[in-house]
Structure formats: structure tokens, C-alpha cells
């Protein structure tokens, strides 16, 4: 029933920013724990943050520290990926995923569950 859609990737310069946002529709996004995942060609899906119901953020994602900050607004049921200083190694697809309960210890993709469709970011000159 719950269903989520990413935006904002796109291509950028290195050194560059893109706010990613994650909507939700079919239940209000505040019942839920949403995780931000990214997988790059050849490599398994990793976890980069995850915000819980209680607006509380846990960063999975150590070259994303000081760089990516994960926020979300539940008057408008979308949770953002801020990310800045984007490096070429960011360049993925970017997922977002529900939890549902207020809980983000773990960052197996198992964990999580009504996946979006991913959106593509490039980071490159």
C-alpha cells in the first residue's frame, strides 16, 4: 500500500550539490523509519543514512560524514538527502526505503522494505 518515488539526482560537478527527496504516498511518512541507500554498478547496495519517526538520523555511510545531511518534513511526506561535496565515488543510484517502526540500528537492505524506484546521480567533469 506504501509507496515511495526518489528525485533530484541528475549530474553534477565534482565539489557540487544535489538534495535528493524521497515522497511517499499511501500512509503518512511520519509512522515510518526512511533509509537512504545507494548502489553503484557491480557493487552491492549499501546504506547511507536512515531517519527514524523521531526525526533522529543515523549516518551508515562514513565518506558521506560532514558531507550528507538526511532531514525529513512530514507536512510534506518527503524525507531529503542533502548531499554536498559530491565526489565521483558518490556517483550511484540512489534508493530510498521504509522501516516500519522507529528504528534505523542496521543498515541491511532486509531490514528495509517498499523500495522506490532509485534515481540516477553522476558525479563527474
Known amino acids: 500500500q506504501v509507496q515511495v518515488v526518489e528525485s533530484g539526482g541528475g549530474l553534477v560537478q565534482p565539489g557540487g550539490s544535489l538534495r535528493l527527496s524521497c515522497l511517499a504516498s499511501?500512509?503518512?511518512?511520519?509512522?515510518?523509519?526512511i533509509g537512504w541507500f545507494r548502489q553503484a554498478p557491480g557493487k552491492e547496495r549499501e546504506g547511507v543514512s536512515c531517519?527514524?519517526?523521531?526525526?533522529?538520523?543515523?549516518n551508515y555511510l562514513d565518506s558521506g560524514k560532514g558531507r550528507f545531511t538526511t532531514t525529513r518534513d512530514n507536512a510534506r511526506n518527503t524525507v531529503y538527502l542533502q548531499m554536498n561535496s559530491l565526489k565521483p565515488e558518490d556517483t550511484a543510484i540512489y534508493y530510498c526505503?521504509?522501516?516500519?517502526?522507529?528504528?534505523?540500528?542496521?543498515?541491511?537492505?532486509?531490514?528495509?522494505?517498499?523500495w522506490g524506484q532509485g534515481t540516477q546521480v553522476t558525479v563527474s567533469s
Open positions: 526505503a521504509l522501516r516500519g517502526f522507529d528504528y534505523c540500528s542496521g543498515s541491511d537492505p532486509a531490514f528495509f522494505g517498499s
Open positions: 499511501g500512509y503518512r511518512l511520519e509512522y515510518y523509519s
Open positions: 531517519i527514524d519517526a523521531s526525526d533522529r538520523t543515523t
